[in-house]
């Protein structure tokens, strides 16, 4: 777990080598103008970018519980159970039985591979507009900077744990 103090943060002076503004506020706002992109290309075939994530997620690691899925994507339960419901409904997951009596398991129905096939063109060229319009060293760059921080910001969370 992280800390950070909103005063701190919004009351550097612009001479400081610390960030100026809401890290929090940045990220957010970076990405919903990257999943407009790829909810807009995404919606010709009628799924949302989450959407075409779960059911690629699941596709390559499933079958798969709620949980181990959760913990995957590194998604709480209820958003990851919401997220799921369309998906169901449209017949493109199914809930299968687990390991045990109590487990259940997701599952890509035929429907649901081929509306991922579909949607795969789609995710393509939202992705490689996404590379031409910032650049792709800059994409990279992004990628080697989220992974170093998902890591650390895991390792924290499970220190706080570990010590709590």
Same mark, same amino acid.
């Given at each position: 777990?992280?800390t950070? !103090?909103?005063?701190?943060?919004?009351?550097v %002076?612009?001479?400081? %080598? *610390?960030?100026?503004g809401? $890290?929090n506020?940045?990220?957010?706002?970076?990405?919903?103008?990257?999943? +407009?992109?790829?909810?807009?290309?995404?919606a010709?075939c009628?799924?949302?970018?989450t959407q075409?994530?779960?059911l690629?997620?699941?596709?390559? +690691?499933?079958?798969?519980?709620?949980?181990?899925? %959760?913990?995957?994507?590194?998604?709480?339960a209820?958003t +990851?159970?919401?997220n799921?419901?369309?998906?169901e $409904?449209?017949?493109?997951?199914?809930v299968?039985?687990?390991?045990?009596?109590? %487990?259940? @398991?997701? #599952?890509?129905?035929a429907?649901?591979?081929q509306k991922?096939?579909?949607?795969? @063109? *789609?995710?393509?060229?939202? !992705?490689?507009?996404?590379?031409? $319009?910032?650049? #792709?060293?800059? #994409?990279?760059?992004?990628?080697? *900077?989220?992974?170093r921080?998902?890591?650390?910001?895991?390792?924290s969370? $499970?220190?706080?744990?570990?010590?709590?």
């Amino acid at each position: 777990m992280f800390t950070f !103090q909103m005063a701190e943060a919004t009351m550097v %002076s612009k001479n400081s %080598s *610390l960030p100026v503004g809401c $890290t929090n506020f940045k990220l957010r706002q970076l990405l919903r103008r990257v999943s +407009l992109g790829y909810d807009h290309a995404m919606a010709e075939c009628g799924l949302k970018i989450t959407q075409y994530s779960l059911l690629t997620h699941i596709e390559k +690691l499933g079958p798969i519980t709620q949980a181990e899925l %959760s913990k995957a994507m590194g998604m709480d339960a209820s958003t +990851l159970s919401r997220n799921l419901r369309p998906l169901e $409904t449209a017949n493109w997951i199914a809930v299968k039985a687990g390991d045990d009596a109590r %487990s259940h @398991a997701l #599952v890509v129905t035929a429907s649901g591979r081929q509306k991922r096939k579909e949607a795969q @063109a *789609l995710w393509k060229r939202a !992705q490689l507009q996404l590379n031409e $319009t910032v650049g #792709v060293d800059d #994409v990279i760059a992004l990628h080697t *900077l989220i992974d170093r921080m998902t890591s650390a910001l895991a390792q924290s969370a $499970t220190d706080a744990k570990d010590a709590a």
